[in-house]
Antibody, heavy 120, light 107 residues
Framework: EVQLVESGGGLAQPGGSLRLSCTASGFAFNKYAMHWVRQIPGRGLDFVSQITIDGDRTYYVESVRGRFIVSRDNSKNTLYLQLDNVRMEDSGVYYC?????????????WGQGTRVTVSS | SYELTQPPSVSVSPGQTARISCSGHALSNQFAYWYMQKPGQAPVLVIYKDTERPSGIPERFSGSSSGTTVTLTISVVQAEDEADYYCHSADNSGTWVFGGGTKVTVL
Protein backbone atom coordinates (compact mmCIF):
# COMPACT_ATOMS: atom_id res chain seq x y z
CA GLU A 1 0.00 0.00 0.00
CA VAL A 2 1.27 3.45 -0.94
CA GLN A 3 1.49 5.44 2.26
CA LEU A 4 2.94 8.59 3.80
CA VAL A 5 3.09 8.97 7.58
CA GLU A 6 4.01 12.28 9.19
CA SER A 7 5.41 12.68 12.69
CA GLY A 8 7.17 15.25 14.84
CA GLY A 9 4.40 17.75 15.37
CA GLY A 10 3.63 19.22 18.77
CA LEU A 11 3.84 22.36 20.81
CA ALA A 12 6.58 24.93 20.30
CA GLN A 13 7.09 28.35 21.77
CA PRO A 14 7.50 31.35 19.47
CA GLY A 15 11.10 31.39 18.33
CA GLY A 16 11.47 27.69 18.96
CA SER A 17 12.08 24.76 16.64
CA LEU A 18 10.49 21.53 15.50
CA ARG A 19 11.49 18.84 13.03
CA LEU A 20 8.78 17.12 11.06
CA SER A 21 9.33 13.77 9.37
CA CYS A 22 7.39 11.97 6.66
CA THR A 23 8.07 8.29 6.13
CA ALA A 24 7.10 6.80 2.79
CA SER A 25 6.25 3.20 1.98
CA GLY A 26 4.84 1.20 -0.90
CA PHE A 27 6.55 3.14 -3.69
CA ALA A 28 10.00 4.14 -4.98
CA PHE A 29 10.49 7.25 -2.84
CA ASN A 30 13.67 8.24 -4.70
CA LYS A 31 11.75 8.75 -7.96
CA TYR A 32 9.28 11.36 -6.72
CA ALA A 33 9.34 15.04 -5.89
CA MET A 34 7.85 15.72 -2.46
CA HIS A 35 5.91 18.56 -0.90
CA TRP A 36 4.81 20.06 2.42
CA VAL A 37 1.41 21.74 2.68
CA ARG A 38 -0.12 23.18 5.84
CA GLN A 39 -3.66 23.97 6.86
CA ILE A 40 -5.09 25.88 9.77
CA PRO A 41 -8.11 23.79 10.90
CA GLY A 42 -11.22 25.17 9.30
CA ARG A 43 -9.19 27.27 6.87
CA GLY A 44 -7.63 26.78 3.46
CA LEU A 45 -4.46 25.11 2.22
CA ASP A 46 -1.05 26.78 2.22
CA PHE A 47 1.73 25.42 -0.02
CA VAL A 48 4.87 25.49 2.13
CA SER A 49 7.74 23.72 0.43
CA GLN A 50 8.84 21.38 -2.35
CA ILE A 51 11.97 19.31 -2.98
CA THR A 52 13.13 17.56 -6.13
CA ILE A 53 14.00 13.90 -6.43
CA ASP A 54 17.69 14.30 -5.55
CA GLY A 55 17.14 17.15 -3.13
CA ASP A 56 19.19 19.49 -5.29
CA ARG A 57 16.41 22.03 -5.71
CA THR A 58 13.97 23.32 -3.15
CA TYR A 59 11.09 25.80 -3.05
CA TYR A 60 9.66 27.72 -0.10
CA VAL A 61 6.71 30.02 0.27
CA GLU A 62 7.91 33.54 1.03
CA SER A 63 6.58 33.49 4.61
CA VAL A 64 8.84 30.59 5.68
CA ARG A 65 11.92 31.24 3.55
CA GLY A 66 15.01 31.48 5.75
CA ARG A 67 13.26 29.78 8.69
CA PHE A 68 12.24 26.36 7.34
CA ILE A 69 14.46 23.81 5.61
CA VAL A 70 13.19 20.87 3.60
CA SER A 71 15.40 17.84 3.06
CA ARG A 72 15.14 14.17 2.26
CA ASP A 73 17.04 10.95 2.92
CA ASN A 74 16.28 8.61 0.04
CA SER A 75 18.09 5.75 1.80
CA LYS A 76 15.53 6.01 4.62
CA ASN A 77 12.50 6.86 2.44
CA THR A 78 12.01 9.92 4.60
CA LEU A 79 11.21 13.57 3.99
CA TYR A 80 11.94 16.23 6.59
CA LEU A 81 10.91 19.78 7.38
CA GLN A 82 12.99 21.68 9.91
CA LEU A 83 11.01 24.55 11.42
CA ASP A 84 13.15 27.20 13.12
CA ASN A 85 12.22 30.55 14.66
CA VAL A 86 8.58 29.54 14.51
CA ARG A 87 5.78 32.06 14.72
CA MET A 88 2.20 31.73 15.89
CA GLU A 89 1.03 31.88 12.29
CA ASP A 90 3.01 28.70 11.57
CA SER A 91 0.45 26.72 13.57
CA GLY A 92 -1.60 24.21 11.65
CA VAL A 93 -1.71 20.69 10.31
CA TYR A 94 1.29 19.89 8.15
CA TYR A 95 0.79 17.39 5.35
CA CYS A 96 3.48 15.79 3.27
CA UNK A 97 2.50 14.85 -0.26
CA UNK A 98 4.00 13.05 -3.24
CA UNK A 99 4.39 14.74 -6.61
CA UNK A 100 2.79 12.97 -9.55
CA UNK A 101 5.37 11.50 -11.94
CA UNK A 102 3.67 13.09 -14.96
CA UNK A 103 3.35 16.45 -13.22
CA UNK A 104 5.60 16.91 -10.17
CA UNK A 105 3.59 19.82 -8.73
CA UNK A 106 0.40 17.72 -8.72
CA UNK A 107 0.20 16.00 -5.33
CA UNK A 108 -1.34 12.56 -5.75
CA UNK A 109 -0.65 10.91 -2.39
CA TRP A 110 -1.02 12.67 0.96
CA GLY A 111 -0.32 11.73 4.54
CA GLN A 112 -2.85 12.30 7.30
CA GLY A 113 -0.94 15.25 8.69
CA THR A 114 0.85 16.21 11.89
CA ARG A 115 -0.32 19.13 14.02
CA VAL A 116 1.98 21.99 14.95
CA THR A 117 0.95 24.46 17.63
CA VAL A 118 3.01 27.57 18.27
CA SER A 119 2.04 29.20 21.52
CA SER A 120 3.64 30.74 24.59
CA SER B 1 1.41 38.42 -3.92
CA TYR B 2 -0.35 36.13 -6.36
CA GLU B 3 -3.95 35.15 -5.68
CA LEU B 4 -6.32 32.58 -7.07
CA THR B 5 -9.96 33.52 -6.64
CA GLN B 6 -12.70 30.95 -6.10
CA PRO B 7 -16.35 31.41 -5.11
CA PRO B 8 -16.78 30.57 -1.40
CA SER B 9 -19.68 28.22 -2.02
CA VAL B 10 -21.64 26.38 -4.67
CA SER B 11 -24.91 24.57 -4.08
CA VAL B 12 -26.23 21.90 -6.40
CA SER B 13 -28.98 19.28 -6.42
CA PRO B 14 -28.14 15.60 -6.87
CA GLY B 15 -27.86 14.68 -10.53
CA GLN B 16 -27.19 18.26 -11.59
CA THR B 17 -23.89 19.82 -12.68
CA ALA B 18 -21.61 21.83 -10.40
CA ARG B 19 -19.09 24.26 -11.85
CA ILE B 20 -16.35 25.80 -9.73
CA SER B 21 -14.27 28.62 -11.16
CA CYS B 22 -10.77 29.71 -10.29
CA SER B 23 -9.35 32.98 -11.59
CA GLY B 24 -5.77 34.21 -11.65
CA HIS B 25 -3.81 36.41 -14.03
CA ALA B 26 -1.22 33.72 -14.78
CA LEU B 27 -3.66 30.92 -15.50
CA SER B 28 -3.49 31.62 -19.22
CA ASN B 29 0.03 30.17 -19.27
CA GLN B 30 0.31 28.11 -16.07
CA PHE B 31 -1.34 24.77 -15.38
CA ALA B 32 -3.90 24.42 -12.64
CA TYR B 33 -4.55 21.53 -10.29
CA TRP B 34 -7.71 20.73 -8.34
CA TYR B 35 -8.12 19.01 -4.96
CA MET B 36 -11.15 17.75 -3.09
CA GLN B 37 -11.10 17.68 0.71
CA LYS B 38 -13.74 16.18 2.97
CA PRO B 39 -13.93 17.08 6.68
CA GLY B 40 -11.20 15.48 8.72
CA GLN B 41 -9.46 14.03 5.69
CA ALA B 42 -6.42 14.88 3.62
CA PRO B 43 -6.95 16.45 0.19
CA VAL B 44 -7.36 14.28 -2.91
CA LEU B 45 -6.09 15.27 -6.36
CA VAL B 46 -8.99 15.25 -8.84
CA ILE B 47 -7.57 17.16 -11.84
CA TYR B 48 -4.00 18.01 -12.92
CA LYS B 49 -2.60 20.06 -15.80
CA ASP B 50 -5.98 21.78 -16.25
CA THR B 51 -7.81 18.81 -17.74
CA GLU B 52 -6.12 15.52 -16.80
CA ARG B 53 -7.83 13.14 -14.42
CA PRO B 54 -5.73 10.85 -12.17
CA SER B 55 -6.49 7.17 -12.16
CA GLY B 56 -9.33 6.29 -9.83
CA ILE B 57 -11.10 9.64 -10.14
CA PRO B 58 -14.62 9.26 -11.58
CA GLU B 59 -15.25 10.53 -15.12
CA ARG B 60 -17.86 12.96 -13.80
CA PHE B 61 -14.94 15.15 -12.70
CA SER B 62 -13.51 17.27 -15.52
CA GLY B 63 -11.44 20.40 -15.91
CA SER B 64 -11.27 23.16 -18.48
CA SER B 65 -9.36 26.36 -19.08
CA SER B 66 -10.21 29.61 -20.81
CA GLY B 67 -7.97 32.62 -20.59
CA THR B 68 -7.28 33.47 -16.97
CA THR B 69 -10.00 31.21 -15.58
CA VAL B 70 -10.01 27.47 -15.01
CA THR B 71 -13.12 25.51 -14.13
CA LEU B 72 -13.75 22.24 -12.34
CA THR B 73 -16.98 20.60 -13.47
CA ILE B 74 -18.71 17.84 -11.57
CA SER B 75 -21.39 16.23 -13.72
CA VAL B 76 -24.28 14.23 -12.29
CA VAL B 77 -23.38 15.33 -8.78
CA GLN B 78 -23.69 12.75 -6.03
CA ALA B 79 -24.05 13.23 -2.30
CA GLU B 80 -20.50 11.93 -1.81
CA ASP B 81 -19.16 14.88 -3.84
CA GLU B 82 -19.97 17.28 -1.03
CA ALA B 83 -16.59 18.67 0.01
CA ASP B 84 -14.26 21.64 -0.18
CA TYR B 85 -12.49 22.09 -3.51
CA TYR B 86 -9.22 23.97 -3.99
CA CYS B 87 -7.41 25.09 -7.12
CA HIS B 88 -3.59 25.30 -7.10
CA SER B 89 -1.24 27.01 -9.51
CA ALA B 90 1.75 29.30 -9.84
CA ASP B 91 2.40 32.74 -11.19
CA ASN B 92 5.06 33.38 -13.82
CA SER B 93 7.73 33.95 -11.17
CA GLY B 94 7.15 30.49 -9.71
CA THR B 95 5.14 31.46 -6.64
CA TRP B 96 2.75 28.62 -5.85
CA VAL B 97 -0.58 29.29 -4.19
CA PHE B 98 -3.90 27.64 -3.45
CA GLY B 99 -7.22 29.31 -4.06
CA GLY B 100 -9.32 30.08 -1.01
CA GLY B 101 -11.49 27.02 -1.53
CA THR B 102 -15.09 26.42 -2.57
CA LYS B 103 -17.53 24.53 -0.39
CA VAL B 104 -19.80 22.39 -2.53
CA THR B 105 -23.11 21.60 -0.88
CA VAL B 106 -25.34 18.89 -2.33
CA LEU B 107 -28.91 19.90 -1.54
Amino acid sequence: EVQLVESGGGLAQPGGSLRLSCTASGFAFNKYAMHWVRQIPGRGLDFVSQITIDGDRTYYVESVRGRFIVSRDNSKNTLYLQLDNVRMEDSGVYYCARGLLAAPYAMDVWGQGTRVTVSS
Amino acid sequence: SYELTQPPSVSVSPGQTARISCSGHALSNQFAYWYMQKPGQAPVLVIYKDTERPSGIPERFSGSSSGTTVTLTISVVQAEDEADYYCHSADNSGTWVFGGGTKVTVL
